[in-house]
Each structure stands twice: as C-alpha cells, then as structure tokens.
C-alpha cells in the first residue's frame, strides 16, 4: 500500500507517541493491538518497527498488513530480547495489564535505549469523583470494564509512575498529559493539575 | 526455462515424469553429513512463474516428507491436485502472476532427484541402502546447488511447511544472504522424541514386510507396498487432530448398517486410512521413506550450533514469518514459539502468528482463510520492502 493511502489519522495519544520517535530509528511495539501505531511509524517514520501482541486477532490483522509481530505475552517474552536492541520500545496503554509493571518498565529499558510509556491516569478528577460519590470502583468512557471482568488489575496514577521512575532511578525526558479535549499539559511544570486533570499520560524514558 | 540436460525422471510406478531435471555436481560434488561427496547427481525441479530480468521474485517452495516438486499442477503420478494447489498459482498467495515458484524433490526423494530409488553410476544398479545416509543441511546444500545453476544469486523468499519448514530455516541459517524472507510453516528447530517415535514405528513397519528384501527389493523386482502403507497410515493419523477425525469419521461405519464382527473396515476411519495408505504407495518409495525420515529425526539445529538455536540467526538480515497451527500436536504452537523466542534473542525481524484450526498438522496444506490472508499480508509487506511491484487489485 502506498503511504499516501494510509491514514495519516491515529489516535491523539498515539500521535503523541510518534511524534516522540526520531525516523528512521529501530521501534519495538509491546502490547501493539491492530498495529496502527506501527503502521504510521512504519510508513511515516520509515522505521524499522517491530511488535509483540497477545491476542490472535490482533497479531493477525498486523501480520495480514505487512507488519512484522508476534504473538506473545509482555509479561512473560520480553526477556528474550537482547540489550538496548531497540532505540526506543513502546508500551502503550498496556502497563496497567501487566503482572509485574515494575519489572516491566526496567525491562523497556534494557531493551532500548528510550521507552515509551502511556496509560490511563487513575487519579483524573471523574474517576476520583466517580468513587467519592458512587463508593463503588469508577467506570469511564476509556475504562468501561467492571472491576470483576477488567484486563486492568495495576492502575497507577501519574504521580505514581513518577515515584516510580525515581524510585528505580530512570530519567523522564519528556512527560505529556492528556485531557478529555485534547489538551496536553507538561507534567514536569504541572504535575498536580496533571495529575487531576489528564485523563491519560505519556511518558518518554531513559536510564 | 527448458532443461539444460536432457534427463528425464521417472516415478516410482515408472512413468516418465514432466518439469526439469538438471545434474548437480559435476565441478564441485555436494559434501553430505555423514562424509560422503555426491558428485554428478540428479536434480528434478518444477517451476511457475516468470523469473524476472533482475531475478529478484524467486520463492523457493520446499516440499515436506511425502511431497514433491509438483506444487501446482495435477500430481503425474495420481492425477490429484498438487499439493499446493490453493496457495500457489495465479492471484493466490504465492502469486505466479508476479513471483517464480520453484520446487525441487528433495534429495533422498524419489521423484527424480538423486534417492535410493536412483541407479548409482558406481554399479548402474538402484542405491537401495548403498545411498548415503542424508540429512535436512544436506537437502538444504542441493537448493542452493540448484539457485547456482538457474543463477539466482537471492530468493525472495523460502517457503515450506513441516520438513519443508525445517529447511526453511536451515537454509535462512546456512545462507542469510541468499534469503530475503523465511517463512517456516509448523514447523521446528529441532524433531521431538515423539516425532522420532512416529517415524521409528513407520520405517519399521516397511522392514517388516518381507517384500523389502534388506532393501534390495527394486533389483528383486519386488516393492514393499504393505509395510510402505502401514507406515503411511500411522504417519497420516498425525497429521490429523482428534477433534478433525472425530468431524470427518466420528465413529460412523463405512457402507454397513452394523458391525461385522471381523476385521474388515467397518469403521469409516479404518476405511480411510487404508485408502490413504493404498494411494501413498502408489507414489512413493520405501527406501526413500526410511531415508527422509532419517533426515528429519537427526535435524536439531541448535545442536549445529553449540547448543544455542539464537546463535543459528546472529545478525541475520532475512525477514521471517513464522506460522503455527493451534490443533497441531506433530509440530506443536510451543516449538514455533522456541525459533521465534531464539530469533528474538538476536533482534531479527519476525512475525509469528499461530492460526485457530482444528486441522491438525495438516492444515498447512488446507483451505484455511486465515492463514492464507495473514501469509498475503506478510508476502506484501515483504515485497514492498523488497521494491518487487505490488499485487494488481
């Protein structure tokens, strides 16, 4: 397919993402669903991108577009890849599935030399509302599971993951949040509004 | 492209067979395994397709234990389909329309390439046991004798299913440069104890049957069809899954309202396993089977390479598209899983899907959507990068 038949057209968060990747750079996608993160990187970057995904419906849609992935299990495969192998691996809106985040998030950079992480901020003023008011584990547009039948079972907030990184000693070069319109905020100069308000975040990394 | 030697095969019922046949090895004789230097052997080939001026679109197909070069087209010998008929071809998969498919019998085979059916020029009577013992790197050395002669510097891409697979990925490990993209088909990195088991039971099943004659049996003008059958019978049960034997035969009788209290084929299973085995010797020889399956116990491409199968890919710059099936017990999803944890562990470029199938091994060979839309998806994508033109839509 040529690129200009592609859609140009991800997702806000995934644009974020990408914009965050410098062409031409090696790119290892963990948990990348349809591909169509890869795919843009791949055709829009010209990177050499690669990722692991669990599901077969997924790993097949991605294979069946030219795309080169795995099917696997992030918290199980990552250890088969090789030191600093990648410029920078992706884990999108995927860290709050995994069964160990932390080892995770040491293992993305292990593998590259810069991570990319993004997940769904737990402390957004709905969902803090949604518990005070209702008393009972907060459902939104972005995480319509019930507590029983969610993936999600390591939720953090954004002040979190930046305890986290300091805790394990890893440097945030940038770190974006994003609201329900669309508007980013720097959670460096902002992190308390950010983390009230940012409905998601995205966070570049690197030891 | 014609011949460039006027040989002609035969098949094992001694028909003159249709495609190529060119010998190998007549400078430089192949090296084996086990020692021995092939010099001046035959290879017969098939192919579909036009090479391009730049013969840049070759798929090297390779074929598994009972298969043959005859790939696409109405087998010579049963007058069957061949045995890739639904993948290979114009606008299918492996798109004649824009690739050259080539497919040789393997060494050790016997539809006219050097096997222990062929005569041995020593003595001008068949090798029968006298043919060296061979191995997949051996089978694998003969392709790329034969990319040599039709002066195809790199293939696109090597494809194969179960041992066709095995040399998928020992000729991407022996030859990373003359492969662009590698795309192993349930297959492994190295035979199981089980599927070593299965294969002992058929080979000897054929040395039981007296007909073998310490397998001389071709200069005694005899053939081991009973034994041959046996071991074709044991073998296709895995080839299938519980769950395709029970939807195909469950436990339905065959032309018979009761069971007859005998030994007959009552059951429509048995029936069929009989037609399978009846059908298979039709076309196939015995020695040639205990010399292949020989090859497949002895693969363990780790073992090539000190233990560790990552080392078989360092640095490899071929694409691989490594392809399961979930129903397959023979080549499990698990053992696909091992070639892709160790092509991880060098970086190398790798897709890996497992296909939904109750098919069992075989489906492989089957009309299975899936499979074929995600194998169109990584040919495309591997195309593109290679700068070959796109499929017409």
């Known amino acids: ?207 | 492209m014609t011949p460039t030697q006027p040989h002609i095969a035969s098949s094992p019922n001694g028909r003159q067979l249709p495609g190529h046949r060119v010998m190998l090895g007549r400078e430089r004789p192949l090296r084996l395994d086990c020692g021995v230097e092939l010099a001046d052997f035959p290879v017969a080939y098939q192919t579909y397709g036009r090479l391009n001026a730049e013969r840049s679109n070759a798929i090297l197909v390779c074929h598994a234990l009972t298969g043959d070069q005859f790939v696409a087209e109405p087998h010579p010998v049963t007058g069957g389909p061949g045995w890739w008929d639904l993948m290979v071809g114009p606008g299918k998969p492996l798109d004649t329309d824009r690739f050259f498919v080539l497919c040789a019998n393997i060494l050790g085979g016997c539809m006219g390439t050097a096997g222990p059916r062929e005569d041995d020029p020593a003595t001008g009577r068949p090798w029968g046991l006298h043919f060296p013992v061979i191995t997949i790197a051996d089978m694998v050395r003969a392709q790329a004798m034969l990319l040599d002669h039709l002066g195809i510097e790199q293939v696109f891409m090597v494809i194969g299913g179960s041992m066709g697979g095995m040399q998928v990925l020992d000729l991407a490990a022996t030859y990373p440069h003359r492969v662009f993209a590698a795309v192993p088909i349930a297959a492994a990195a190295h035979h199981s104890a089980q599927n070593i088991a299965f294969h002992e039971v058929g080979r000897q099943a054929i040395m039981a049957d007296p007909d073998w004659c310490g397998g001389d049996y071709l200069s005694e003008g005899r053939h081991p069809h009973r034994g041959l059958a046996v071991a074709r019978m044991a073998a296709h049960i895995t080839y299938l899954s519980e769950g395709a034997l029970h939807r195909k035969f469950g436990r339905r009788l065959q032309d018979r309202d009761v069971v007859t209290f005998g030994f007959d084929a009552d059951f429509q299973v048995e029936s069929y396993l009989r037609h399978q085995g009846h059908a298979f010797v039709q076309r196939f020889d015995a020695n040639s089977y205990l010399y292949i399956t020989r090859a497949m116990d002895y693969f363990d491409m780790a073992a090539a390479y000190g233990g560790v199968l990552a080392d078989a890919f360092r640095d490899t710059p071929v694409r691989f598209c490594v392809i399961s099936f979930t129903s397959d017990w023979l080549y499990p999803t698990a053992e696909s899983r091992q070639i892709v944890h160790a092509l991880n562990a060098v970086a190398a470029n790798v897709s890996f899907a497992e296909i939904v199938s109750d098919s069992g091994h075989d489906a492989f060979l089957l009309d299975e959507p899936e499979f074929h839309r995600v194998l169109r998806g990584f040919i495309n994508g591997a195309a593109e990068h290679r700068g070959l033109p796109r499929a017409a839509s």
């Open chain 1, 1 to 207: 397919m040529a690129a200009d038949a592609r859609r140009k057209d991800i997702r806000v968060d995934l644009q974020i993402i990408a914009d965050m990747i410098e062409p031409g750079s090696r790119v290892l996608d963990v948990g990348c669903a349809d591909g169509a993160l890869l795919d843009y990187l791949v055709h829009f970057k010209q990177v050499d991108g690669r990722g692991i995904e669990l599901t077969w419906e997924g790993v097949n849609a991605c294979v069946g577009s030219g795309l080169s992935v795995i099917q696997g299990d992030a918290d199980t495969d990552l250890k088969d890849y090789p030191d600093q192998a990648f410029d920078y691996v992706v884990l999108s809106q995927t860290l709050q599935t995994m069964h160990a985040p932390r080892t995770a998030v040491e293992e993305l950079l292990r593998i590259g030399r810069r991570a990319i992480v993004s997940f769904p901020n737990f402390a957004h003023w709905r969902l803090r509302l949604y518990l005070l008011l209702h008393g009972r584990m907060p459902m939104s547009e972005t995480l319509p599971y019930q507590w029983y039948d969610t993936p999600n079972i390591h939720f953090c907030t954004i002040k979190d993951f930046v305890a986290l990184c300091e805790e394990v000693g890893i440097t945030i070069e940038r770190s974006i949040s994003l609201d329900h319109n669309g508007t980013q905020r720097r959670i460096r100069t902002a992190l308390f509004s950010a983390n009230l308000f940012g409905e998601q975040a995205v966070f570049l990394l690197r030891r």
